[in-house]
């Protein structure tokens, strides 16, 4: 049985410069998202579209989406596998292509997170675990781009005495 789910945000264009649209530079791309009961999010464009840097762009937020995504899935996996994981962070990057035209896609985007486990013996299960997660993340699983890992996995004794003690 399927279950849908429902996601209802909001987008509010707040650039208007006072003249609206009346030529590409006379207004802003600043925007807000907001959603019932939660802090809104200030958005913009990419600086290349005239964006504001101090803002997240729609660009990046897919990006975010994807490694966010990547990480609650590999942590339900983690635990259905008896992985214990103490920590988690991730470097990711996307990659989107533009067109003559002015439009484009992205071409990929590869997650390369940094798992801290607690056994030693689960380094090679540790790693093995990313391909189910990709496969149970709801982003990945909706777009039509490779979402690639590049996973180093790292004991959290190790971690505390070496500064990173990788096992690769």
């Known amino acids: 049985m399927n279950i849908d789910h429902h996601y209802a945000i ?3 264009w707040t650039g208007n410069r006072g003249s609206g649209t009346s030529d590409y530079r006379a207004y802003g791309r600043d925007n807000v998202v907001s959603a019932e009961g939660k802090p809104p999010l200030a958005g913009s464009s990419d600086r290349a579209f005239r964006g504001d840097t101090d803002r997240w762009n729609p660009e990046e937020l897919l990006v975010a989406a994807l490694s966010q995504c990547h990480l609650l899935s590999y942590l339900h996996v983690a635990v259905t596998h008896g992985v214990v994981v103490t920590g988690y962070r991730d470097e990711a990057v996307g990659t989107m292509t533009q ?3 002015g439009g484009g896609a992205f071409v990929s985007v590869t997650l390369r997170p940094t798992v801290e486990i607690a056994d030693p013996a689960h380094a090679d ?3 093995s675990l990313h391909a189910e997660a ?3 993340c709801f982003i990945a699983s909706s777009v039509n781009f490779p979402v690639r890992h590049e996973p180093t996995i790292v004991v959290a004794e190790q971690a505390g005495q070496r500064g990173g003690g990788a096992t690769q």
């Open 125 to 127: 299960l540790a790693r």
């Open 134 to 136: 990709n496969a149970k």
């Open 99 to 101: 067109t003559r035209d």
């Open 10 to 12: 909001g987008v509010e």
